[in-house]
C-alpha cells in the first residue's frame, strides 16, 4: 500500500476537522491502496501536541521542521493572514498545497503570490470544499444539462448559528471575504459567468465588539451577472436555528434548491407541514462532513497526478474580487463593479 505523508499547519477549528477527517478518508482511499500519514504542526504547541496524540499523528515544532520532514503534500489551515507566505514556504519546498480559502485576506494581498506560484510553478489547491459537495454538484449538472432553462434568479444564503470568536474575525478580512466568499465561488463555478457588479448592506445588532473590529454580523449583497442575471447573497453569524447554507436557482423551465433536506434549519410557517423534521446542522463541519474528505481526496489524486486542480488560485481570488467588491460597497453605500 502506497502512503502519501500530508503535512498539517494549524490545528484551530478547521484544522482540526480536516486532520479528523483523514482517518474517513483513509476508509476511501483503501480503495486504491493508498494511505495517508499526518504530521502537524502549530504555535499553540501544548494544544497541537494533544490533537496530535489524540489522532496518532506526529507533531513538530515549527513549520520549518515539517517541511524538512519528508512531506507529500502541506495543507495549511491557519488563520487568513498568513496564508500567502506559508503557500510560499509549500511551493519553495517544491510540493503540492492545499490552502484553506482565501488566498489572502484581500486581492492586493493575494496578487503577488498568485504570480509567486506561477513563476516557480507550484500546484495549490484552494479549500472551497462547496464545489464537491452532493447539493451544488447536482445543481449544476441541472444548470449544464438545460433542465432549469434560462436563469433568472439566484439567491444564496449562509448562515452560522453563532460568531466565531472576535480575534477570529479580526483578522478575517470582513463577513463578505470571510464568508459569502464560498457563496461568490460557487456561483461564478455553477453559472461559468463572471459577477461583474455587486451593491451591499450590512447590520450589526448582535455582539458590539464585531462592529468594533469593523466587521457586519448580517449582510445582503445584490449581484449582477455579466449577462444582466441578477441574484443576492446573504450571510449572517447569528442563525439560531442551525448552520444554514442554500442556494435558489429558479429558471424559465424549473428551480432547485441546494441545502433543502431533511435537516433545513427552518420551520414552514403553513399548517401541517412536519417537514424538515431532523435535527438541522449546528456547523460547517457538519454541514459539509462529506464535502470536505472529498476535497482532501482530490488534493490526495492532485499530489499523484491523477487529475487536475479542482480550485486553483486563480479561481478562489476571482471569488475574493467580488467580496472585495462587496466589502467596497458596503463601506460606501455606492454599488461597485468588480476589478475582474
Ligand atoms: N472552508 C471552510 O469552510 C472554512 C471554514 C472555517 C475556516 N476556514 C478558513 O480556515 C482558516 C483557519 O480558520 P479557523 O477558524 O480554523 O481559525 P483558528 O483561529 O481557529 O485556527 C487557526 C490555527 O492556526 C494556528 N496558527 C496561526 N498562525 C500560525 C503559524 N504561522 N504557524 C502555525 N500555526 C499557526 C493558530 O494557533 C490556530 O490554532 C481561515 O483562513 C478560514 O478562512 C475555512
Known amino acids: 500500500m502506497k502512503t502519501i505523508t500530508l503535512g498539517l499547519v494549524g490545528v484551530g477549528r478547521i484544522g482540526v476537522m480536516h486532520a479528523t477527517n483523514i482517518a474517513a478518508l483513509n476508509d476511501v482511499l483503501a480503495a486504491q491502496d493508498v ?6 504542526t502549530d504555535v499553540a504547541a501544548d494544544h497541537a501536541r494533544t ?9 513538530f515544532p515549527s513549520v520549518e521542521e515539517l517541511l524538512a520532514a519528508g512531506i507529500d503534500g502541506l495543507l495549511i489551515a491557519t488563520g487568513t493572514a498568513t496564508h500567502p507566505e506559508l ?18 485576506v484581500n486581492v492586493e494581498e493575494s496578487l503577488p503570490i498568485l504570480e509567486y506560484i506561477r513563476e ?16 451544488y454538484l447536482e445543481a449544476k449538472r ?6 432549469l432553462g434560462w436563469i433568472h434568479s439566484l439567491r444564496a444564503i449562509t448562515g452560522d448559528m453563532t460568531p466565531p470568536p472576535v480575534e477570529f474575525l479580526a483578522t478575517s478580512g470582513g463577513l463578505f471575504r470571510d464568508c459569502s ?7 461564478r463555478w455553477l453559472t461559468g459567468r463572471e459577477i461583474v457588479e455587486v451593491y451591499s448592506r450590512g447590520s450589526n445588532n448582535g455582539d458590539p465588539a464585531i462592529g468594533a473590529v469593523g466587521d457586519v454580523d448580517t449582510a445582503l449583497a445584490v449581484i449582477t451577472f455579466d449577462d444582466g442575471t441578477v441574484g443576492t447573497v446573504a450571510a449572517t453569524r447569528y442563525n439560531g436555528a442551525g448552520h444554514d447554507v442554500r442556494l435558489e436557482i429558479q429558471g424559465s423551465k424549473g428551480s432547485v434548491m441546494v441545502g ?6 427552518f420551520r414552514s410557517a403553513e399548517a401541517g407541514i412536519a417537514f424538515p423534521a431532523g435535527t438541522p446542522h449546528r456547523t ?8 470536505y474528505v472529498a476535497e482532501l481526496q482530490a488534493f490526495v489524486e492532485l499530489i499523484q497526478g491523477t487529475r487536475t486542480n479542482p480550485c486553483t488560485p486563480e479561481d478562489a481570488v476571482a471569488a475574493s474580487k467580488v467580496a472585495d467588491a462587496a466589502q467596497e460597497s458596503l463601506l460606501t453605500g455606492a454599488p461597485v463593479r468588480v476589478a475582474l
Open 35 to 40: 494511505r495517508v500519514e499526518l504530521k502537524l
Open 51 to 59: 490533537v496530535a496524540a489524540g489522532l496518532g499523528a506526529e507533531f
Open 87 to 104: 503557500i510560499k514556504a509549500g511551493v519553495d519546498v517544491g510540493i503540492p498545497v492545499f490552502c484553506e480559502k482565501p488566498v489572502g
Open 120 to 135: 516557480k510553478g507550484g500546484t495549490v489547491q484552494i479549500g472551497h470544499q462547496r464545489r464537491f459537495d452532493a447539493g
Open 142 to 147: 441541472a444548470y449544464d444539462a438545460g433542465e
Open 181 to 187: 466568499v464560498h457563496d461568490f465561488d460557487i456561483l
Open 260 to 265: 433543502l433536506d431533511g435537516q433545513s434549519a
Open 284 to 291: 460547517f463541519a457538519e454541514r459539509f462532513g462529506s464535502a
